[in-house]
């Protein structure tokens, strides 16, 4: 080989070398690239679909930017979220639970929603040791342990009792009536039958106030003719109903239409910005006990939340968020298996974005849990501040 081809040679192997580490590089980036960022799941349990969807939708909209805003906070983190869609329905979340029970890769739940649909569930989650913190299932019994429907040791939540909003909606429906002679009648469900019961414990405290009926119908009721009847023959002027939005908007549209003028109440399974929608005119000055959107905590908040959702916060909005964020912190410090995010629930202590702190007693149960009052006006819920 002469000195000319040798040089051509070197100038060959010089080149190749050059693309060969240029291709190794590559390839020893892009998989330490790759495994720097970690994928977990957790659901969301909820009616998505039917006649409560829209209570679903706010809950799961609140849920879904709380993740957001952690994913830009921890670039190395993704979160799946996954929608778990029970409609509010018992019979319907026993048949869907299963399933999320039997993934693995879900870590934790927000919610369920709904009492009922919790009840139902709780069998499939307790068998795989699933952390469940709901934002609305306000049913005492959940949090007993002497109840059948004890949802420990991992079920949370982050709102209020009934035995605390019973007594808050009986004071509320019958502010400044002077004489108060009260109808409270319910749905039938889990979350409407007991709530009732603490209604009318709470009216015994209320002055002036006398329970003078009740009624309980089912909840696919269509025809309130009979109800309304017993409501007119009792002279009642003070009407509370323990169920939920969409049957209330259709039995206070034939309550207005039979001449009653009396008030119109319900609990937070009225309180949704469907029901004036849907009752119209009839709806208003309705009042109804909840809690409110991210509006009432925090104006760049709900501003940020409009810009990044397109929709703005709706009901249980600042419970799902504290909820997701709960088993959001927990991925981050470490706690990616079931039984190690259930044990970081249990021992959570931190602050809600309303500035409570959120710390869950042995049942599950947070300290805090105020009721606020709402009140139909101009085809809006209006909230009229902290029923104390």
Not at 92 to 120: E, R
Not at 159 to 165: A, I, R, S, Y
Not at 168 to 183: M, N
């Amino acid at each position: 080989m002469n000195e000319r081809q040798q040089m051509k040679k070197q100038r060959l192997i010089s080149v190749a070398a050059v693309i060969a580490l240029a291709a190794g590089s590559a390839v020893a980036v892009a998989p330490a690239s790759n495994a720097a960022v970690k994928t977990y799941t957790i659901g969301y349990q909820g009616p998505l679909s039917g006649g409560e969807a829209s209570t679903g939708t706010d809950e799961q909209n609140a849920v879904k930017y709380a993740i957001k805003l952690f994913e830009a906070k921890n670039k190395n983190i993704k979160i799946k979220l996954v929608s778990i869609d029970d409609q509010g329905d018992p019979a319907v979340a026993g048949t869907v639970a299963p399933g999320i029970a039997a993934n693995k890769n879900v870590l934790g739940i927000v919610g369920p929603a709904y009492s009922g649909a919790t009840i139902a569930s709780l069998p499939f989650y307790k068998s795989v040791g699933m952390a469940l913190i709901s934002p609305s299932a306000t049913r005492v019994s959940l949090t007993d342990p002497t109840s059948d429907d004890f949802g420990g040791p991992i079920f949370h939540r982050v709102v209020g009792k009934d035995d605390l909003q019973g007594p808050a909606l009986a004071k509320y429906a019958t502010a400044g009536v002077s004489g108060a002679k009260v109808f409270v009648f319910d749905d039938q469900s889990a979350y409407a039958v007991p709530l009732r019961g603490f209604v009318e414990a709470g009216l015994k405290k209320v002055a002036g106030a006398t329970l003078v009926g009740g009624d309980s119908v089912p909840n696919t009721t269509t025809d309130f003719a009979p109800t309304i009847a017993k409501i007119k023959s009792l002279g009642a002027n003070v009407v509370i109903y323990t169920g939920y939005y969409s049957q209330a908007a259709v039995f206070i549209k034939q309550l207005r239409d039979s001449g009653s003028k009396a008030i119109f109440a319900g609990g937070d399974g009225v309180f949704n910005q469907e029901f004036p929608k849907l009752a119209g005119a009839a709806a208003e000055g309705s009042r109804v006990t909840g809690v409110g959107g991210l509006a009432g905590v925090d104006q760049k908040m709900e501003a940020d939340f409009v810009k990044k959702m397109g929709v703005s916060s709706g009901v249980y909005s600042v419970e799902s968020f504290d909820a997701a964020n709960i088993l959001l912190s927990g991925i981050k410090a470490g706690k990616t298996t079931r039984a190690k995010m259930l044990a970081w629930v249990k021992a959570y202590n931190g602050k809600s974005i309303s500035g409570n702190t959120i710390k869950f007693d042995k049942n599950g149960d947070i300290s805090y849990g105020l009721f606020a009052g709402f009140t139909t006006k101009n085809g809006v819920l209006v909230n009229t501040g902290i029923i104390k």
